[in-house]
């Protein structure tokens, strides 16, 4: 019974396409996550949500809006897809506010930008 | 602008020894430290953390040192086992704000 669940968790695409990555959890967190993890294994945190609200968005492209349909719900959608937008991106829970030791993440998915 | 570095990329252990594993940081406000274990395919789990206030925490075969005059914080698993076969991320926060994680390092336990 996954905690915290992405699809797809591999995306391969096109540059200049629109693409979608969903993500749930079911263990009735109020805080989710977006991190990305580039070529150099680095994860940075791009987008916390709490209560549907956005609460840290870090310095990340226009062309990257997350959406948090409710509070077990935090997608990602991105347009116009650039090669530099090849990542694994990690989706994440955690019980309370914007915290440290309780964030629980998903398995991944892989971008691949062609 | 690397915050948290960990410039050990892999770590070869023969199974049953100690593994250090070393992280170094630049930002003398973070306050919260913490070690995340990710398996292949997986995302990362919470392993171990330590508060600013501390210099030491254990848990079980886990233990992390804090050095805050060096910067500098270390985790220790004693003794290592081949299911410990990990990526180990350090990561920091300041007042339980966004973690900054490393870059990572591979731990390789051999039988």
């Known amino acids: 019974d996954t905690a915290v669940s992405q699809t797809p968790k591999y995306l391969v695409t096109q540059m200049g396409n629109d693409k979608s990555i969903k993500c749930e959890q079911n263990?009735?967190?109020?805080?989710m996550y977006w991190y990305k993890q580039d070529s150099k294994k680095f994860l940075k945190i791009m987008f916390s949500?709490?209560?549907?609200?956005?609460?840290i968005n870090e310095t990340v492209p226009n062309r990257f809006s997350p959406k948090s349909p409710d509070k077990a719900h935090l997608n990602l959608h991105i347009n116009s897809l650039e090669l530099g937008d090849s990542a694994v991106y990690f989706c994440?829970?955690?019980?309370?506010?914007?915290?440290?030791?309780?964030?629980?993440f998903g398995p991944g998915t892989r971008l691949t930008v062609l | 602008d690397q915050q948290v570095k960990q410039n050990s990329p892999s770590l070869s252990v023969q199974e049953g020894r100690i593994s250090i594993l070393n992280c170094d940081y630049t930002?003398?406000?973070?306050?919260?430290f913490l070690w995340y274990k990710k398996y292949p395919a997986e995302g990362p789990t919470f392993l171990i953390s330590?508060?600013?206030?501390?210099d030491k925490n254990e848990d079980g075969r886990f233990t992390v040192f804090l050095n805050k005059s060096a910067k500098h914080l270390s985790l220790h698993i004693v003794p290592s086992q081949p299911g410990d076969s990990a990526v180990y991320f350090c990561?920091?926060?300041?007042?339980?704000?966004?973690?900054?994680f490393g870059a990572g390092t591979i731990l390789r336990v051999k039988s």
């Open positions: 330590i508060s600013s206030i501390k």
């Open positions: 930002n003398s406000m973070f306050d919260y």
């Open positions: 990561a920091a926060s300041v007042g339980g704000n966004k973690l900054v």
């Open positions: 263990l009735g967190h109020d805080t």
């Open positions: 949500y709490n209560n549907k609200e956005l609460i």
């Open positions: 994440a829970s955690s019980p309370y506010g914007v915290s440290t030791d309780t964030q629980y």
